[in-house]
C-alpha cells in the first residue's frame, strides 16, 4: 500500500475547479507538513502549496495565489488542494508530499505517483 495517493484529478475547462485529495497510509499525517506540487510536460517540478501540521502556516507560490486552497483534516489522514478559476497553464501533473516534520521548512519524505489535471477548452 503506498504512502500517499493522490486522486481527484481529470479534465475540466478554463475557469472551472477541481479539488484534489492526498490520503495517506500507514503513518499519522497530522504529525507532518504536506506539500502539493505539480510538473507539466517538459518542465521541471514546481512547489505550489504547503501547509504545516496544525494549518497555522500556509505558503502558495504566486501563480496560484487567490485560487488555490490547501487544506487538511487530520482525522481523516487526508489533505486537499482546491483549485478555482483554472487556467490552461495549470495543466500538470499534481503530487502531494510529506514533509520529514511538522513544517513546511523541513525536508521531504513520502511521495504520491500523481493525478493528472487537464485544463482545456
Not at 21 to 45: D, H, K, M, N
Not at 51 to 57: E, L
Request: hydrophobic letters at 35%; glycine letters at 12%; aromatic letters at 12%.
Amino acid at each position: 500500500q503506498l504512502p500517499l495517493v493522490e486522486s481527484g484529478g481529470g479534465w475540466v475547462q478554463p475557469g472551472g475547479s477541481l479539488r484534489l485529495s492526498c490520503v495517506a497510509s500507514g503513518f499519522t499525517l497530522g504529525y507532518y507538513g504536506i506539500t502539493w506540487f505539480r510538473q507539466a510536460p517538459g518542465q521541471e517540478r514546481e512547489k505550489i502549496a504547503c501547509i504545516n501540521w496544525n494549518s497555522r502556516n500556509i505558503d502558495y507560490v504566486d501563480s496560484v495565489k487567490g485560487r488555490f486552497t490547501i487544506s487538511r483534516d487530520n482525522a481523516k489522514n487526508t489533505a486537499y488542494l482546491q483549485m478555482n478559476s483554472l487556467k490552461e497553464e495549470d495543466t500538470a501533473l499534481y503530487f502531494c508530499a510529506s514533509m520529514l516534520t511538522g513544517l513546511c521548512t523541513s525536508g521531504l519524505y513520502y511521495w504520491g505517483q500523481g493525478t493528472q489535471v487537464t485544463v482545456s477548452s
